[in-house]
């Protein structure tokens, strides 16, 4: 069992019946490895091993492989799958689906554990195509491109942003996005969606504040400003900054901020800054969900700032 063990460590705790046959693992030994709970069947001819202690929800990612496996060597990760296997955020995952680009005969529906297989059936070029642990996948351009087409602006720019950030591509690659999209259904919109990307967003709650900002006149000056005191010692570092207002917003993930020791750093953090002068403004991924409320907020405290400026109406 250690050939077994070897392999399914290399594919996210899987195996499948073609690899079992070819270690000599009948047919009849497999069935009683799920009978007896220590394999699960993920789909036909795919097995998590080892299920009795890695637990049967599958992570996303194992879901994705388990596609890859079932459907063959001809199979590409793609769009929302494929974002996920390069680190690119700012997509919300449709409930476990699983991204496919198949050949027209095979791209059919399927189940995969707790989640499900969505067939597409695209035209890549074998250029576009890239390898990320034993798996064919769509370029980072390439994903891009193809998410630009079938999101809406929020998603896309948090998208771009991310990819930018994580390197993922970089700005000079970005002409690259105009040649993928070309006489593609929804490539007019999206083509006017790149030029809003800014990589120094460092989440897509970012993004969708700037964004909130930008559409109602109120863009921030700068991104991730460097704030110091007078003495030259630094304040903080902060997501937006509105300079002759001195207004800061910050973006303020749960899944960071709410964190004990981040509550006490952030309240060390404003008090510093309130000192120096400045206005902190928090925002939370709800407040983006309405169009006028951080844009409301904003203006409000760039009025009361008594700095000679002039707000848009």
């Not at 997509?91 to 027209?104: K, M, N, V």
């Not at 800061?248 to 993930?253: F, L, M, N, T, Y």
């Not at 405290?301 to 109406?313: E, K, Y």
Request: one cysteine or more.
């Amino acid at each position: 069992m250690f050939e077994v063990q070897r392999i399914a460590e290399t594919q996210d705790g899987l195996i499948t019946a073609a690899q079992c046959r070819a270690l000599g693992i009948a047919a009849d030994r497999v069935k009683w490895f799920v009978r007896s709970r220590l394999w699960m069947t993920v789909t036909r001819g795919v097995y998590l091993v080892d299920a009795d202690l890695r637990g049967t929800v599958l992570p996303l990612r194992a879901l994705v492989r388990a596609g890859r496996l079932a459907c063959g060597p001809e199979a590409v990760v793609v769009l929302h799958s494929a974002a996920l296997l390069h680190g690119i955020d700012g997509l919300r995952q449709d409930e476990r689906a699983i991204h496919l680009s198949l050949p027209g005969d095979r791209a059919i529906p399927k189940r995969l554990g707790d989640g499900r297989l969505m067939p597409h059936q695209l035209v890549i070029d074998p250029a576009d195509i890239v390898e990320i642990d034993g798996m064919r996948v769509t370029s980072a351009l390439r994903t891009v491109a193809d998410l630009l087409l079938v999101t809406d602006r929020y998603a896309a720019v948090s998208v771009l942003d991310s990819a930018l950030h994580r390197l993922a591509f970089t700005e000079h690659e970005l002409p690259g996005l105009y040649r993928l999209l070309a006489g593609r259904r929804g490539a007019i919109a999206a083509r006017k969606w790149i030029d809003q990307a800014d990589g120094r967003a460092e989440s897509p709650l970012e993004t969708r504040a700037r964004l909130r900002c930008a559409d109602a006149g109120l863009a921030p000056d700068e991104l991730q400003a460097v704030i110091r005191a007078a003495d030259g010692t630094v304040l903080a570092r902060a997501d937006m900054l509105w300079h002759r207002a001195r207004v800061i917003g910050e973006a303020d993930g749960a899944e960071v901020h709410d964190r004990p020791e981040a509550v006490f750093r952030d309240r060390h953090r404003q008090n510093a800054l309130a000192n120096a002068g400045y206005t902190v403004l928090r925002f939370t991924w709800s407040d983006t969900l309405t169009p006028d409320r951080i844009p409301t907020v904003v203006r409000r405290a760039l009025v009361g700032s008594q700095q000679s400026i002039t707000v848009p109406g």
